[in-house]
């Protein structure tokens, strides 16, 4: 048995169809959190999952079903139903984004114990063949054929003894450092910055003119690669507000296209 890591419904959905394809009875765990972002450090006597939920809920305030981030709960039933099984691997599958970085940090707090059965596949910097048959160079795994997925179980390899320990020292880290926002620069290096890292870009796509937030989110988005996604930048949008950087207007309970953004007057960049 072969338990598979993936950051996102949209990196599971071909790895789902490859292993279906494959014929093999593997399992895909989803990480279903955005661990590049928010707060990592709870309060005492919180859980981990409660912190991040209540994240989520605020950054989602328009849906009418609470969040629930229960990752660390399916996590750690994982690593239970694994160590029972002495033949099983944990493979986790890292493509060249600040999230999928950031799960594999995390996971391996909590993976230990499989110590030689724990094995990384990374897409980073490599290239696949799309629908057509050109090469290009995927973003994340979501991206990839089932049949190119098949082939990348190739490049599974064992994580080494050193890097379960320094890559573990590394969620550490970040959880010190309870940054914001957590960018990759690098292979494996994640370097926390403020929440506010993205916030001149989305200044720079407004003007003295309301326009709906999707429109200046996108128009952000556009010109510079920003890997938080949309939701985390209409909460970004929705605080600013709240500081009078800019001005809002329009029901915010709702989705992006349901409120709109302008410069307040004399506003600096941050």
């Known amino acids: 048995m072969i338990w598979h890591i993936v950051t996102g419904d949209m990196a599971a959905a071909p790895l789902n169809a490859a292993i279906e394809q494959s014929g093999v009875d593997d399992k895909v765990i989803v990480i279903k959190d955005v661990l590049s ?5 709870k309060a005492e006597g919180q859980k981990f999952s409660e912190m991040r939920s209540a994240f989520w809920n605020d950054v989602i305030n328009h849906e009418k079903t609470p969040v629930e ?5 399916r996590l750690l039933q994982l690593t239970l139903d694994a160590t029972k099984d002495e033949t099983a691997q944990v493979w986790i599958w890292t493509a060249p ?21 724990l094995y990384i596949v990374s897409i980073a910097g490599l290239p696949f063949l ?9 973003k ?10 098949i082939k ?28 914001g926002i957590r960018t990759l620069e ?14 001149n870009l989305l200044l720079a796509a407004c003007n003295s003119q309301y326009q709906k937030a999707s429109k200046v989110i996108h128009q952000a988005m556009t010109k510079t690669f920003i890997p938080t996604g949309d939701t985390y930048l209409g909460w970004r949008l929705r605080k600013m507000a709240e500081k009078g950087a800019i001005h809002m207007q ?6 992006l296209k349901d409120f709109e953004v302008k410069l307040n007057d004399g506003t600096l960049l941050l």
């Open 140 to 149: 994340g795994l979501g991206e990839v054929t089932a049949k190119e997925v």
């Open 37 to 41: 972002v928010g707060p990592l450090q």
């Open 130 to 138: 799309d629908e057509n048959g050109k090469l290009f160079f995927p």
């Open 186 to 199: 690098g292979s494996k290096k994640i370097v926390s910055r403020s929440e506010e890292h993205y916030d």
């Open 97 to 117: 984004s600040p999230s999928d970085m950031c799960t594999y940090l995390w996971t391996l707090k909590y993976l230990g114990k499989l110590r030689g059965r």
């Open 69 to 73: 981030a229960d990752d660390m709960e």
């Open 250 to 255: 329009g029901d915010v309970t709702k989705g």
């Open 152 to 179: 990348a179980r190739k490049l599974a390899r064992l994580v080494t003894p050193a890097e379960l320990e320094l890559d573990s020292e590394e969620w550490e880290r970040l959880v010190n450092e309870n940054g």
